[in-house]
């Protein structure tokens, strides 16, 4: 019933640009935050991005100037412009969805490649 699925994905150049999307349905999407979180091949899931139900957004340092988290609540999704791609952004974006005190919820990822 609780939903979240990626798309956008794909193999970009360097210095290229994708938008990923996470559409959601079966709970309150504004209610919650949405983030963007990466993880590599041999390393830890991190947090990429994040936007609250008032719309405060925080990135981490690495992507901070070369990505935008947005969200659009009457379609109830989120979405993640990445610009100024490098092959260290290379990695499987995850969706989640969390609300203090309530589950959170997990997409199942979309491929990022970048690569020359």
């Known amino acids: 019933q609780m939903q979240l699925v990626e798309s956008g994905g794909g193999l970009v150049q360097p210095g290229g640009s994708l938008r990923l999307s996470c559409a959601a349905s079966?709970?309150?999407?504004?209610?919650?935050?949405m983030s963007w979180y990466r993880q590599a091949p041999g390393k830890e899931r991190e947090l990429v991005a994040s936007?609250?139900?008032?719309?405060?957004?925080n990135y981490a340092s690495s992507v901070k100037g070369r990505f935008t988290i947005s969200r659009d609540n009457i379609k109830n999704t989120v979405y993640l412009q990445m610009n100024s791609l490098k092959p260290e952004d290379t990695a499987v974006y995850y969706c989640?969805?969390?609300?203090?005190?309530?589950?959170?919820?997990w997409g199942q990822g979309t491929q990022v490649t970048v690569s020359s």
């Open positions: 989640n969805a969390d609300r203090p005190g309530w589950q959170s919820y």
């Open positions: 079966g709970f309150t999407f504004s209610r919650y935050a």
């Open positions: 936007i609250t139900s008032a719309r405060t957004t």
